[in-house]
T-cell receptor, first 112, second 114 residues
Framework: DGGITQSPKYLFRKEGQNVTLSCEQNLNHDAMYWYRQDPGQGLRLIYYSQIVNDFQKGDIAEGYSVSREKKESFPLTVTSAQKNPTAFYLC???????????FGPGTRLTVL | AQSVSQHNHHVILSEAASLELGCNYSYGGTVNLFWYVQYPGQHLQLLLKYFSGDPLVKGIKGFEAEFIKSKFSFNLRKPSVQWSDTAEYFCAVNAGGSARQLTFGSGTQLTVLP
């Protein structure tokens, strides 16, 4: 069953702790993206990666970090430097020749 | 930088009413345009897309959108909504570049009353 999986679905963390969100895809897509969704603000791009071992900052990268060691995996770390981390995080992927992105189910992060 | 505006933040309709959701973008060059839908508790999924050709595009579930280049608009329409259309709708633009990033609008929450 091809698709994008994100885990966990819900995540709670204490303020000041780093947390890593998982994103895995078995679609053999080259590009992967992380977005943050807040009510009334749509989706905003955090980081993206077009190939393994390469990634670029998006519009709101401050306080986040990523890695792309494998084609199928693109984990996002929310660091303690992120001032307002509570949000819904969406991962997406895209095959090389297409403009269409496919989305995972998302992780809702709540920082207490 | 490109931007996308969705002016309707929350739309409430009765079943069988017609729907039109506005989407305007700011970019003067060639664009690819998308409408995504997020049903309650489900993945964000593609409703329809425009790359080139006929500016009237048809998507899933009876939705269509018209690209009007002179107005920088890509409005979403459906002649008769159903209760199951209750969802959040996002317009997105890709303005080229190798990364093919999407810029999203702020979304429109559609509530259809039975």
């Amino acid at each position: 069953d091809g698709g994008i999986t994100q885990s966990p679905k819900y995540l709670f963390r204490k303020e000041g702790q780093n947390v890593t969100l998982s994103c895995e895809q078995n679609l053999n897509h080259d590009a992967m993206y992380w977005y943050r969704q807040d009510p009334g603000q749509g989706l905003r791009l955090i980081y993206y990666s077009q190939i393994v071992n390469d990634f670029q900052k998006g519009d709101i990268a401050e306080g986040y970090s990523v890695s792309r060691e494998k084609k199928e995996s693109f984990p996002l770390t929310v660091t303690s430097a992120q001032k307002n981390p509570t949000a819904f995080y969406l991962c997406a992927s895209r095959t090389g020749g297409s403009n269409e992105q496919f989305f995972g189910p998302g992780t809702r992060l709540t920082v207490l | 930088a490109q931007s996308v505006s969705q002016h309707n933040h929350h739309v409430i309709l009765s079943e069988a009413a017609s729907l039109e959701l506005g989407c305007n973008y700011s970019y003067g060059g060639t664009v690819n345009l998308f409408w995504y839908v997020q049903y309650p508790g489900q993945h964000l999924q593609l409703l329809l897309k425009y790359f080139s050709g006929d500016p009237l595009v048809k998507g899933i579930k009876g939705f269509e959108a018209e690209f009007i280049k002179s107005k920088f608009s890509f409005n979403l329409r459906k002649p008769s909504v159903q209760w199951s259309d209750t969802a959040e709708y996002f317009c997105a633009v890709n303005a080229g570049g190798s990364a093919r990033q999407l810029t999203f609008g702020s979304g429109t929450q559609l509530t259809v009353l039975p």
